[in-house]
C-alpha cells in the first residue's frame, strides 16, 4: 500500500486532533472531510490541506470512494447510523468513544462487524497516555504483587461548548459517565483484567450549566460522581469525577494498589488550559510496602505529540498502531465489544445515580 488515505467524519475539537496527529505519520494523508456545520467542515479541510475535499453529507464522502480507512469523531448519538454505512463498506474504521450511547446499538454494530469482517478500532485514548502505559506494565510485571484495588481521579474543567450544544443532554450523549468516562471503565477493565459484576454510583449535576437553557431545554448532563465497581476476580476500582475543578495540577491521577506496593500515574491537563500554556511534566510514583519510601520519577513526551492534542499525545500512539492494522491487517487492541462492555459500565453507573440502587451486568 502507497500512502494511506484517510477520511474524517465529524471534523469538530476530536476531529481536528485527528487529522493533526494523522499528519505526524509517514505515508499518510487525509483526502476528506464531511460535517454539515460549514465553519468546521472548511477550517478542517484547510488544516489537513493537500487539497482536501469536504463533503455537507457523509454519505456523500462513502459515495467518493476516495479512502482506505475511516475516522468518526461526530456527535455520539449520530455514531450508530454513520457506522452501520461504514462497516458495510468492509474498511478499517477508527471510531470515537463512546461508540454508541446505548448498549443496544453497540450491540448490533459489534454482531454488523463480525458478519462484515470489517476491523473497528474503539477510539480508547486513555490506554495510550504514555504514564498510564508504564503504570500498566508495572501491574503487568508484578512490580506491586497482586492487584487489589484501582481508584482514578479526573479533575478538570467542564465540557467545552459544541455545536448545537449536544453534549449538554443525556439523550446525545448516553450521560456523562458514558460519554466522559467510558474511557475509565475501559481502563478499569484493562487493569484488572477482569469483567464488571456490579456497579453503585452517586453523582449530580450541581455547578455547571444551571443557568442555560436551550430551545426551553436545560442541560441534564452530570458533573460530579464517584463510581464504584467491583469485578469478577475481587478486585475494587473507583472513580472520583468532578467537571468544576480545572485549578487542579494533575488532571488525572490513577492508583493501581497490590499486597507488595501501590503505583501512581499522574497526567496534567492540556497545555491550553494552563497558566500560560506551559505543558506540564507526567510523572509516575511507586510506594513499595517494605520500603516505605516513595520512588517518583517524570514521564517526558515529545513535544511535537503533545502540542497535537489534548490528550498528552495519546491520539498519536493510537493512531500509529491503527496505521500499522491498516496496512498489514490484523485485529484491533479495542475491538467493538471492548467499547460496548465499557459503555455497559457507565450505563450502569448512570442508571445507578437515577435509582440509587446497585446495578449488577
Same mark, same amino acid.
Given at each position: 500500500?502507497?500512502?494511506?488515505?484517510?477520511?474524517?467524519?465529524?471534523?469538530?475539537?476530536?476531529?481536528?486532533?485527528?487529522?493533526?496527529?494523522?499528519? !505526524?505519520?509517514?505515508?499518510?494523508?487525509?483526502?476528506? +472531510? *464531511? /460535517?454539515?456545520? &460549514?465553519?468546521? #467542515?472548511?477550517?478542517? $479541510?484547510?488544516?489537513?490541506?493537500?487539497?482536501?475535499?469536504?463533503?455537507?453529507?457523509?454519505?456523500?464522502?462513502?459515495?467518493?470512494?476516495?479512502?482506505?480507512?475511516?475516522?468518526?469523531?461526530?456527535?455520539?448519538?449520530?455514531?450508530?447510523?454513520?457506522?452501520?454505512?461504514?462497516?458495510?463498506?468492509?474498511?478499517?474504521? !477508527?471510531?470515537?468513544?463512546?461508540?454508541?450511547?446505548? +448498549? *443496544? /446499538?453497540?450491540? &448490533?454494530?459489534? #454482531?454488523?462487524?463480525? $458478519?462484515?469482517?470489517?476491523?473497528?478500532?474503539?477510539?480508547?485514548?486513555?490506554?495510550?497516555?504514555?504514564?498510564?502505559?508504564?503504570?500498566?506494565?508495572?501491574?503487568?510485571?508484578?512490580?506491586?504483587?497482586?492487584?487489589?484495588?484501582?481508584?482514578?481521579?479526573?479533575?478538570?474543567?467542564?465540557?467545552?461548548?459544541?455545536?448545537?450544544?449536544?453534549?449538554?443532554?443525556?439523550?446525545?450523549?448516553?450521560?456523562?459517565?458514558?460519554?466522559?468516562?467510558?474511557?475509565?471503565?475501559?481502563?478499569?477493565?484493562?487493569?484488572?483484567?477482569?469483567?464488571?459484576?456490579?456497579?453503585?454510583?452517586?453523582?449530580?449535576?450541581?455547578?455547571?450549566?444551571?443557568?442555560?437553557?436551550?430551545?426551553?431545554?436545560?442541560?441534564?448532563?452530570?458533573?460530579?460522581?464517584?463510581?464504584?465497581?467491583?469485578?469478577?476476580?475481587?478486585?475494587?476500582?473507583?472513580?472520583?469525577?468532578?467537571?468544576?475543578?480545572?485549578?487542579?495540577?494533575?488532571?488525572?491521577?490513577?492508583?493501581?494498589?497490590?499486597?507488595?506496593?501501590?503505583?501512581?500515574?499522574?497526567?496534567?491537563?492540556?497545555?491550553?488550559?494552563?497558566?500560560?500554556?506551559?505543558?506540564?511534566?507526567?510523572?509516575?510514583?511507586?510506594?513499595?510496602?517494605?520500603?516505605?519510601?516513595?520512588?517518583?520519577?517524570?514521564?517526558?513526551?515529545?513535544?511535537?505529540?503533545?502540542?497535537?492534542?489534548?490528550?498528552?499525545?495519546?491520539?498519536?500512539?493510537?493512531?500509529?498502531?491503527?496505521?500499522?492494522?491498516?496496512?498489514?491487517?490484523?485485529?484491533?487492541?479495542?475491538?467493538?465489544?471492548?467499547?460496548?462492555?465499557?459503555?455497559?459500565?457507565?450505563?450502569?453507573?448512570?442508571?445507578?445515580?437515577?435509582?440509587?440502587?446497585?446495578?449488577?451486568?
Amino acid at each position: 500500500m502507497g500512502k494511506v488515505r484517510y477520511g474524517i467524519i465529524g471534523s469538530g475539537m476530536m476531529g481536528r486532533e485527528h487529522i493533526r496527529n494523522i499528519a !505526524l505519520l509517514p505515508g499518510t494523508e487525509v483526502v476528506a +472531510v *464531511a /460535517d454539515p456545520d &460549514e465553519g468546521m #467542515r472548511e477550517s478542517a $479541510a484547510r488544516l489537513a490541506g493537500n487539497e482536501t475535499k469536504a463533503f455537507t453529507n457523509y454519505r456523500d464522502l462513502l459515495s467518493a470512494d476516495p479512502c482506505d480507512a475511516f475516522v468518526v469523531a461526530a456527535p455520539n448519538h449520530q455514531h450508530a447510523a454513520i457506522m452501520r454505512d461504514l462497516i458495510a463498506l468492509g474498511k478499517p474504521v !477508527l471510531c470515537e468513544k463512546p461508540v454508541c450511547t446505548t +448498549v *443496544a /446499538d453497540c450491540v &448490533e454494530l459489534a #454482531r454488523q462487524a463480525e $458478519a462484515a469482517g470489517t476491523p473497528v478500532w474503539v477510539a480508547m485514548e486513555y490506554r495510550y497516555m504514555e504514564p498510564v502505559a508504564r503504570m500498566i506494565e508495572e501491574v503487568r510485571s508484578g512490580a506491586i504483587g497482586r492487584l487489589r484495588m484501582l481508584t482514578i481521579r479526573e479533575h478538570r474543567y467542564p465540557f467545552l461548548s459544541k455545536v448545537g450544544h449536544w453534549n449538554r443532554f443525556n439523550c446525545q450523549t448516553g450521560g456523562t459517565l458514558v460519554e466522559k468516562c467510558c474511557h475509565f471503565f475501559d481502563l478499569m477493565r484493562l487493569v484488572t483484567g477482569a469483567e464488571a459484576t456490579r456497579v453503585y454510583a452517586s453523582g449530580g449535576r450541581d455547578v455547571n450549566f444551571l443557568e442555560e437553557s436551550y430551545e426551553g431545554r436545560s442541560p441534564d448532563v452530570l458533573d460530579n460522581a464517584f463510581v464504584v465497581v467491583d469485578f469478577d476476580n475481587g478486585v475494587r476500582a473507583a472513580l472520583d469525577l468532578c467537571m468544576f475543578a480545572e485549578g487542579s495540577y494533575w488532571q488525572e491521577a490513577i492508583a493501581a494498589t497490590g499486597d507488595l506496593a501501590k503505583i501512581e500515574a499522574f497526567v496534567p491537563g492540556p497545555a491550553r488550559f494552563l497558566p500560560g500554556g506551559k505543558e506540564r511534566v507526567a510523572e509516575i510514583a511507586i510506594s513499595p510496602r517494605a520500603t516505605k519510601i516513595e520512588q517518583r520519577w517524570p514521564v517526558e513526551v515529545d513535544r511535537t505529540i503533545l502540542a497535537a492534542g489534548d490528550h498528552h499525545g495519546s491520539t498519536f500512539h493510537q493512531h500509529k498502531r491503527f496505521l500499522d492494522l491498516v496496512r498489514h491487517g490484523g485485529r484491533p487492541e479495542v475491538s467493538l465489544e471492548d467499547g460496548t462492555k465499557a459503555v455497559a459500565i457507565g450505563a450502569a453507573a448512570e442508571e445507578s445515580v437515577r435509582t440509587g440502587q446497585v446495578v449488577l451486568l
